[in-house]
Every structure is written in C-alpha cells, then in structure tokens.
C-alpha cells in the first residue's frame, strides 16, 4: 500500500512494489484535481444527466455546417481577420483568399463530419483537435470521404470566438 511523506514543496510517495516517487507539492495537487473532475464529470453522466458540450464545439460544428452550405457570408462572421487557413496539400490561405475561394466555386465543400474533437481552453484562446471527414471539389478535382486530423484556433474578440488558424494533415 502506498503512504506519503510531507516536506515543505514535495511529496515522497512510497510504492508498494518498493519504489519511491517525489513529486512537487503543486504538480499532485493538479494531478488531483483532474482526477476529481473527472470523477465529478463521470458520476454527473452515470446518473444519466446531459453533459453540456462546450459551446465552442457547436460554433466549430455550426461553422462546418454552414461552410458545407455554402453560406459564405455565415462562415465570415466566424473568422478573424488574421486568419490563415492551411489545407491538407499544404496551401495556406489569408481570409480573404479562403472566403474568395468559397465565393467563386474554387473549393466546394458537400459534406463536413466531425469524427471526434475536444477543445483545450487558455484565456481568450482556444485549441480544438479533430478528426473529420469531408467530400470536397477542389482545383476541379473532386475527393470523396477524405479523411484528415485539424487543429483550429480560436480567439475570444470581446464576447464571440473567431477562428484565427486552421492546418489539416490528411490520414492513412
């Protein structure tokens, strides 16, 4: 069984197969606190309470949905000005040529599925992670079910979030 020693900023713990772990005071203080939110989260749904998802997972969700739309005038309204949007093929883009793009017919997305995401929040930035799959015509090229993993960031401009970079890498 293990059991702990205190000293002023760490923690001995001592295992039960022998070993000895030290560990900074503050850094198993974090440890447990995620532990317990986890926990908490974990009872909240077994109880069978809904878990809100994070509002900035339905803006990236209602953003995939519009661009899918072709509501180009929506999805602007989601974007920062200083946006760079990088493709899968490496082609990286400012606003404007990624709303041009939209605009003309160039890039047309028909189908944008979320397979998984989750959303890390620091201040007034957010990092969402993903995996999607889309149909897409591009280049006059058209590619169905294309597979990629994201990572978008967002910034908090006054009291709305707006997409501030994009880079996708295509899958296996």
């Given at each position: 069984?293990?059991?702990?020693?205190?000293?002023p900023?760490?923690v001995l713990?001592f295992?039960a197969?022998?070993?000895?772990t030290?560990m900074?005071?503050?850094?198993?203080?974090?440890?447990?606190?995620?532990?317990?939110?986890?926990?908490?989260?974990s009872?909240?749904a077994a109880?069978?309470?809904?878990?809100?998802?994070d509002?900035l997972?339905?803006?990236?969700?209602?953003?995939?949905r519009?661009?899918?739309?072709?509501?180009?005038d929506?999805?602007?309204?989601?974007l920062d000005?200083?946006?760079?949007y990088?493709h899968?093929t490496g082609?990286?883009e400012s606003k404007?040529e990624?709303?041009a793009?939209?605009?003309?017919g160039r890039?047309?997305?028909?189908k944008i599925?979320v397979?998984?995401?989750a959303v890390?929040?620091y201040?007034?930035?957010?990092?969402v992670?993903?995996?999607?799959?889309?149909?897409?015509?591009?280049g006059?090229?058209?590619?169905q079910g294309?597979?990629?993993?994201?990572t978008?960031?967002?910034?908090r401009?006054?009291?709305?979030?707006r997409?501030?970079?994009w880079h996708?890498?295509?899958?296996?």
């Open positions: 069984m293990p059991f702990s020693v205190d000293l900023k760490l713990i295992m197969d022998g070993r000895i030290m900074r005071r503050d850094r198993l203080r974090e440890i447990c606190i995620v532990w317990l939110t986890i926990f908490a989260t009872a909240v109880e069978g309470k809904t878990v809100r998802p509002p997972l339905e803006l990236e969700a209602d953003r995939f519009l661009t899918a739309a072709a509501d180009v929506a999805v602007e309204k989601l000005d200083d946006l760079t990088c899968t082609r990286c404007a990624y709303l793009n939209l605009r003309s890039t047309k997305y028909h599925e397979v998984n995401s890390r929040h201040g007034d930035i957010a990092i992670n993903g995996r999607i799959t889309i149909d897409v015509e591009a006059g090229q058209s590619v294309l597979k990629m993993s994201y978008d960031v967002y910034r401009v006054g009291d709305r979030w997409m501030l970079a996708s890498s295509p899958l296996p």
